[in-house]
């Protein structure tokens, strides 16, 4: 990124504004006045209009129509205000609704009641009266009264008192229920509520003739906030008669900047950046990183002065989601979600679609590593090769619980160790030699723990350690004098965090050793904290599992001998019901853990401060704008 200056007339104000918005790709930095009414007003009216927009779109997918589009006569706000009003009373008619409904469905019980022939029985001397007594209490009543039973509901009884209509009323046994209409009469409200709310659908899908000049309208609207954005963003200088914007541009558009800065009104400056400013980020990455995005996103993108973290970590968290999930099966069921996902979806979805087909593929290779497909241990003897071929049974290179432990504090290790090599080449760019001396001790200090560890067996006889088939320990005995290269590591690695650390924040020489006794104390308190916590990778797969297998057990429970055709398909339920709620849980889990570790191990490791801004350049929207 370069730094654009620009000195423009308070006459040429609008004119340089509104070739700048054309142009495209300058981000400006906009001032903190963003609470003008102006500004309000616009971020009113987008909210206002996208949720409009929202409304007419998923309604015109779900008639499953395309619509001829046209442009709306009239303001969008009055379109707005349309639909608005059709909204509420379609929402009050169903509310209606479902209140009458509701009505009918208690009345039902006393039988199909017709106010009209009650009323003339009124007329000739007998009223109607509902009510609703314990059936003790019912039961207990004289026999003479006039009481009949119509239907029995739990402990109660319903019934109807037939009173003479020229005597006083008395009180009912239990309690009294009072009909407002007949069930003709509720039936009918019924059909006239529901031919309303159809009626105005249909005037509401009139409207899905104007999607296309809603989405004009709105960005219409944007280009108008991001101008009003630039607009309150110049600083007033001499008196108000020559103003100030700055923005940043990439360094490959800059001959098209310079093109229209020299055909402009305008005095520019072009700079690159200075010590500790932060121009926006623009996030380069392949086709395969760059579905990783997101997940950099989660936490905050690097500034300017980082190395951009997604290639590096969308290894590890693809991995680690395999891990965690870990079972052939389930990486199967999301891959048939996913992959047709991928082709439906458009945009942002679809990104994430790809993201999922990636995942999907790694909780496939994490379930074949560990040997497992719905919670059936494939390497175990006696699995069937109908179930699991056999073919596929050497792909369990992890089959063990020691293994599966093993590979997570494997890549904690490689993990934390890449991570202080990044933070080493974030040190380099920006303070020179120095600035990357202690990373590099550091991370020293990261492979003295690794051999220490080794070679005081603490993971077994130190010369046969394994992890699956890597030969961890037989590779380092191998290495001539280890144990002396395990010191000499360590101490030059300590010299170098004591020599060199607080670079960055520029202390004397004779501090750094003061401030190094500390980091070294962190650093001993925290690394094996930190490695081992990347056997919540094991332990979510490893519960993963036992609850898949809990699920098939319950299932062969209730299948019994398999001689009853009705069990066959209480197994189905079972295994749908209970692999679904464990395939729910691990799928959260398989996030949130991963992304645990990336964003306090990894980025601990490599200093990780963000706090950058997305690139998101001062243009337009629509092919023709006017302010």
Known sequence: MKKLSLLVHANDRSQVLEDLQRLGVVHVEFGKDQQRLEILVFKEKITKLEKTHQFLTTLAASEKTVFHQETYPDDLDVLYDEIEKMRVEVDDLRSQGVHLAKELESQNVWGFYDAQKAEALNAAGIKLRFGKAPAKLFEALDPQEPFVEVAKDGSSVLYVYLQDSKKESAELPGQEIFLSAGSDQLQQKLLDIDAEIKKREKFLLGYCRYIDGLSDGIADLKDRLSYSFANYSLTETAGGQVLILQGWYPEVEEARVREFLDSSRAAYLLEEPKGEEQPPIALKNGRLARLFEPITKVYSLPNYHEIDTTAFLAPFFALFVGLCLADVGYGTLMLAVTIPAFFLLKGEGRRLAGLG??????????????????????????????????????????????????????????????????????????????????????????????????????????????????????????????????????????????????????????????????ELYEFISQILGDILSYLRLFALGLAGGLLAESFNSIGIMVLGNGHNPLMWVFLIVVLLIGHGINLGLALIASFVHPVRLTFVEFYKAIGFKGGGVSYSPFQTQLKSNNH
């Open 357 to 518: 087909i990636v995942l999907s593929v790694m909780t496939i290779a994490g379930g074949l590593l560990l040997g497992d497909i719905f919670g059936i241990e494939t390497f175990k003897e006696g699995v069937p090769n109908q179930l699991y071929p056999s073919l596929l049974r050497p792909l369990a290179l992890f089959p063990t619980m020691a293994d599966a432990m093993a590979l997570p504090i494997l890549l904690g290790f490689v993990q934390v160790f890449l991570g202080h090599i990044l933070r080493m080449v974030n040190g380099f760019r920006r303070d020179g030699v120095q600035g990357g001396l202690k990373p590099i001790g550091t991370a020293l200090l990261v492979i003295t723990v690794g051999f220490l560890l080794l070679e005081y067996n603490f993971f077994g006889p130190f010369a046969k350690v394994m992890v699956g088939p890597i030969p961890v320990g037989p590779l380092v005995s191998s290495i001539p004098y280890v144990s002396t290269v395990t010191i000499v590591l360590g101490v030059l690695g300590a010299v170098l965090v004591l020599l060199f650390n607080g670079v960055e924040h520029h202390l004397k020489f004779y501090i750094r050793p003061a401030m190094g006794l500390w």
